[in-house]
């Protein structure tokens, strides 16, 4: 099915480790973006991409690394975990919004990251 | 910079109740988008609608409405006789019309519980 694949679906790391999210998405859209979760907060941006080997950072980035290899992938790096990044990841995909065939967000089905 | 603001961090309501989730945002362009999307328990981010500011038409769904005032820069969520299935997480976002830094920005969301 088309759509945004995350995974793993859940994890536990231990303060240190280190892991890597996978994301990839088959509807050829230029834009990808990774957001995390906490309670009573929202999501917050964490970093997106605008095209193969563009990225830049969002409003959360400290702690996180991001590649953009090819049109399909985009996967986010946890270097040193700290239970400060206890939560809940979403990796998600659009067309420019500015486009005519924008039609809005299309969100991966999450990770589930604890730290301890 | 945009923002969003839920003011409502929780509501209960008995089944068959109507229900109004508030929504009202800050931004400095004059084109943007604006979305709901539901998070039930499972916790995937579900798609409920997507409106453009140069179309200040209400919507109706079924049993959900959402009345759009550019005014007062509000964008308003009605479940009409809620059911125990409408218990989620209700999230408003924005993203502006335009290419480049583009990200999609959420409230910290509205909790809820429809009771029997």
């Known amino acids: 099915n088309a759509g945004v694949t995350q995974t793993p679906k859940f994890r536990i790391l231990k303060i240190g480790q280190s892991m890597t999210l996978q994301c990839t998405q088959d509807m050829n859209h230029n834009y990808m973006y990774w957001y995390r979760q906490d309670p009573g907060m929202g999501l917050k941006l964490i970093y997106y991409?605008?095209?193969?080997?563009?990225?830049d950072k969002g409003e959360v980035p400290n702690g996180y690394n991001v590649s953009r290899s090819t049109t399909e992938d985009f996967p986010l790096r946890l270097e040193l975990a700290a239970p400060s990044q206890t939560s809940v990841y979403f990796c998600?995909?659009?067309?420019?919004?500015?486009?005519?065939?924008?039609?809005?967000?299309?969100f991966g089905s999450g990770t589930r990251l604890t730290v301890v | 910079a945009q923002k969003v603001t839920q003011a409502q961090t929780e509501i209960s309501v008995v089944e068959k109740e109507d229900v109004t989730l508030d929504c009202v945002y800050e931004t400095r362009d004059t084109t943007y988008y604006l979305f709901w999307y539901k998070q039930p328990p499972s916790g995937e981010l579900v798609f409920l609608i997507r409106?453009?500011?140069?179309?200040?038409q209400n919507e109706i769904s079924g049993r959900y409405s959402w009345n759009f005032q550019k005014s007062t820069s509000s964008f308003n969520f009605t479940i009409t006789a809620s059911q125990v299935v409408d218990s989620a997480v209700y999230f408003c976002?924005?993203?502006?019309?335009?290419?480049?830094?583009?990200?999609?920005?959420f409230g910290k969301g509205t909790m809820l519980l429809v009771s029997p």
């Open positions: 991409s605008v095209g193969a080997g563009i990225t």
């Open positions: 976002a924005l993203t502006p019309f335009y290419s480049g830094y583009s990200t999609l920005t």
């Open positions: 998600a995909s659009s067309y420019p919004p500015d486009r005519g065939s924008f039609y809005g967000y299309t």
């Open positions: 409106r453009n500011s140069f179309d200040e």
